[in-house]
């Protein structure tokens, strides 16, 4: 019998910031001096979603949305304005200590590798940091480096190794204290592609075998295919999405994008879809499988002449992302928030 | 270029060639006064150690009138001319050039019309008349307000100062540029500054050369250091004609000295970046 | 306690790694700073040739304040060598790394680097004392004023760098109080003007780390002993308190700066 419990509550959140205004010419410098005027910045507003345990979890959004801030708080570096939220049973503030021993955290700004040092050096001390037991330490610092392809590596002094070697030493290093759940904030940035596939695979397999829940922030929306299930999407510091990706894949298949090639130059001037685009012998058309069936749309180009190629593509889940930014306006989440 | 005052005179063209070097200088100048937090915390410590230090002399001459040949106004208005000179060349002249000579800048610069060692003397040595002004003021102002009133005894004791003090701040500027020219061949020269500076603080900084034995002083007198502080200081408080070309000589034998070695470790050591490449 | 330990010695092993990774660089600081404190000896000897005393101090104590100050300051940046730091630490949002683990990241942050130079300091001080005194109980009162002076050093430097919590960029104010600091410290107390000598155990420490435990060491007058250690201990703990003070401040994302 399994209760799940969850990993994440997070309930009405927000937090304002109070930033002093900057002063322009002296006179007013001299009076935020005495009386300085502040402005509140509403970095998060009114959030709430729950994390169950072993979830993989993205969120999403674009910069300043409220992103980090909402790490921040779930990591304890913040204190919130207003609502509740709870990891791992903890209030984060209140119990910081007591919660850092049970999640990780790989930030790609932070490192917590010893730069003039070999990474061994800095692993061990991570064990005496989350006192750990040394010799189950030394099997872990094992077990972790032979996952991730590390074994060679552990003498060499980090500012020699490469982005991609150093990425997968944060995340071992982030995952020796065996936590629980672990926030990771943009882990594959500045990487190529082979390195890529190398930490998503590692991350979806970490959080399949070992039941860690993954909570991810990155731009790179393969990133998200690939590792996570579920995606929150943050903007003006409201939650505007909080879906499966297997739904968001699915909204991405409303729209579909169908691309021609013709043997042979044709007249397509009587489709039943106008094309986005055209040229002499080949079509792009755009459809929206609401209210056009694709079978129709591919009988009448087969109809317009010999078809030498086809290709049916689903929206790329960056643009729908991007248009869900974009056509969600201030007004719109502020009046979600209000709700 | 805006008129600068030297183009006053510069209708000879051969001053022309000057008018690159004052440029440089008044442009090191305003770039030093740009961070005016770093200066007054300059201006802090010296006044700091003018603090310090007046306090320890007036204590060190409970119930004597004279030592070493000094007395207290003399030996606390040393100091402070002392370490005026000492703060205001300060050791930005080796920093600033080892930096140079290690990032390869200097090889840059060798592609242009000027000669670097001229270059590097009228910034590091216009920064540091900028900042004596500042300097002397504060000290002026502490050392009269404790010992009555300080102003020199003649035009001609005016002048040797002034003089012995630019000689000073020239030599000073000399032995950091020698120092930071073993940048050219070691990575890490900081070793180098340092002895430098604690000779330089140790032989006629904080006490006049009269304090040491006087088998010393012959030894002294044959390094740079027994020409440093000690010569503006010494005839900042005891003023005698009979010194003064002793001093100024000694001052100016020394600077041609060093010039020249200047230039010979410079080129050696352009040389050399030249063939091995920044 | 245990867990603390094994951090203290994991953490100075690394330092150690560190220094050793930069072996040439850190030897010459150590050198430099041994010939710095020595020239100040030079001066000191050229001086009392001729005047005997300064305000009652010899040869002799003037040698116990150039083998305290430097082997305490030593101390302190060796093992605390953040101490100076701490402020650019807050003020670049580098105090992350140690909220986020589960260590007090004051003490965590503190110890986290060593200076090379300091250990220069160190070793001068306890090289100096055989040449100053062979009485083993002042060699031991003498180390025991190393570690009391240590701890006022860097409690009375993290509590200065704290401030960068509500003022931001401190290095102006920081290093102006370092340099008070050492001025006080290695100068007889005679030098200064009986007006001010308040200053010393109050605002600018000096007192506890020099003049009570050279007193103690001339004159064995005990009861200074357990004030000195009284002193050091006070400057901890509040060092810490300002560290808790300013960390909330942090938290609430209002610190100068602005990082939201």
């Known amino acids: 019998m399994s209760v799940t419990m969850s990993a994440i509550v997070v309930r009405n959140l927000s937090k304002t910031f109070r930033v002093a205004q900057q002063a322009e010419g002296l006179s007013d410098r001299l009076r935020s001096l005495v009386r300085p005027h502040y402005r509140s910045v509403s970095a998060v507003r009114d959030v709430s979603f729950a994390v169950e345990a072993g979830e993989s979890l993205a969120f999403l959004g674009p910069n300043g949305a409220g992103k980090s801030t909402t790490i921040k708080i779930l990591t304890g570096l913040l204190t919130p304005s207003s609502g509740v939220a709870q990891v791992l049973g903890f209030d984060p503030q209140k119990d910081r200590k007591r919660l850092s021993f049970v999640i990780g955290t790989a930030f790609g700004q932070k490192s917590q590798l010893w730069y003039h040092l070999p990474a061994i050096d800095s692993l061990r001390l991570l064990g005496a940091v989350y006192e750990v037991e040394p010799r189950e330490h030394r099997r872990r610092i094992g077990e972790l480096t032979e996952r991730f392809g590390l074994g060679d590596l552990l003498d060499v002094p980090v500012r020699k190794l490469s982005l991609g070697q150093r990425i997968r030493f944060e995340l071992a290093a982030s995952l020796l204290h065996h936590p629980r759940l672990l926030f990771l904030d943009e882990p594959t940035i500045g990487l190529d592609v082979v390195v890529k596939r190398q930490i998503r695979a590692l991350l979806e397999e970490w959080n399949r075998d070992h039941q860690v829940t993954l909570f991810l922030t990155s731009h790179d929306l393969g990133d998200v295919e690939k590792i996570s299930r579920r995606a929150l999407l943050i903007h003006h510091g409201t939650l505007i999405l909080d879906q499966s990706i297997g739904a968001l894949k699915r909204l991405a298949g409303l729209k579909k994008t169908v691309r021609v090639k013709y043997a042979a130059p044709v007249d397509l001037s009587g489709l039943v879809l106008p094309p986005a685009k055209v040229g002499a012998d080949w079509a792009t058309i755009e459809v929206d499988v609401r209210r056009h069936r694709i079978p129709e749309i591919v009988s009448s180009l087969a109809a317009a002449g010999e078809v030498a190629d086809i290709t049916i593509e689903d929206e790329p889940l960056e643009d729908l992302i991007a248009d869900i930014y974009r056509t969600t306006t201030l007004e719109e989440t502020h009046a979600r928030a209000a709700h | 270029m805006r008129g600068l005052p030297i183009d006053a005179i510069a209708g000879h063209r051969w001053l022309l060639p000057m008018r690159k070097y004052v440029l440089a200088g008044s442009t090191a100048v305003r770039n030093r006064w740009a961070y005016r937090a770093d200066v007054a915390g300059l201006v802090f410590t010296y006044a700091l150690f003018v603090f310090v230090f007046s306090n320890l002399w007036a204590v060190a001459y409970a119930g004597k009138a004279r030592l070493a040949g000094y007395d207290l106004r003399q030996l606390t208005w040393y100091f402070i001319v002392s370490e005026l000179v000492l703060f205001s060349m300060g050791q930005g002249t080796f920093t600033a050039l080892s930096a140079d000579i290690k990032t390869g800048q200097v090889a840059y610069t060798l592609g242009r019309p000027w000669s670097f060692p001229f270059k590097s003397l009228a910034e590091n040595v216009s920064c540091a008349l900028s900042l004596m002004g500042p300097f002397a003021l504060v000290g002026w102002l502490m050392g009269s307000t404790r010992l009555g009133f300080w102003r020199p005894s003649s035009a001609l004791h005016a002048l040797a100062l002034t003089l012995s003090m630019l000689l000073a701040l020239v030599l000073l500027f000399l032995c950091q540029f020698l120092l930071s020219m073993t940048a050219f061949w070691w990575e890490e020269n900081t070793a180098f500054l340092w002895i430098h500076q604690k000779l330089a603080l140790v032989s006629g900084t904080f006490l006049p050369l009269e304090f040491f034995p006087a088998e010393w002083r012959p030894w002294i007198e044959r390094t740079p250091y027994g020409w440093l502080c000690y010569p503006p200081a010494r005839l900042a408080v005891a003023f005698e004609t009979g010194q003064v070309r002793r001093l100024l000589a000694g001052q100016l034998a020394w600077v041609l000295g060093l010039a020249v070695l200047a230039s010979l470790v410079f080129a050696a050591g352009s040389r050399r970046t030249a063939v091995q490449g920044g | ?260």
């Open chain 3, 1 to 260: 306690m245990k867990a603390y330990t094994r951090l203290l010695v994991e953490v100075f092993r690394a330092n150690l790694a560190a220094v050793f990774a930069y072996r040439i660089p850190s030897l010459v600081q150590v050198f430099g700073m041994v010939l710095n404190n020595a020239s100040f000896l030079v001066f000191w000897a050229a001086l009392l040739r001729h005047t005997g005393t300064v305000g009652g101090w010899g040869l002799r104590d003037v040698l116990y304040l150039w083998a305290l100050g430097p082997s305490a300051f030593g101390l302190a940046h060796i093992l605390f060598g953040n101490a100076r730091q701490l402020g650019t630490l807050i003020v670049q949002g580098d105090l992350d790394v140690y909220l986020l683990q589960p260590k007090d990241p004051q003490f965590h942050a503190l110890i986290s680097r060593t200076v090379p130079a300091a250990w220069g300091d160190f070793f001068y001080g306890f090289v100096l004392l055989p040449f100053i005194t062979h009485d083993p109980l002042r060699m031991g009162l003498f180390a025991i004023f190393t570690v009391t002076g240590a701890l006022v050093f860097v409690g009375f430097f993290s509590l200065v760098q704290s401030l960068a919590f509500w003022l931001g960029n401190i290095s102006g104010l920081a290093s102006a109080v370092t340099e008070l600091m050492l001025s006080f410290t290695l100068y007889p107390e005679p030098v200064f003007p009986q007006p001010m000598r308040w200053v010393f155990y109050s605002l600018i420490p000096a007192g506890f780390l020099a003049f009570l435990p050279i007193h103690v060491l001339r004159t064995l007058d005990w009861v200074w002993l357990p004030v000195t250690m009284a002193a050091a201990l006070a400057l901890l703990v509040l060092s810490a308190a300002v560290f808790r003070l300013g960390l909330r401040r942090y938290e609430s994302g209002n610190a100068q700066g602005g990082r939201i």
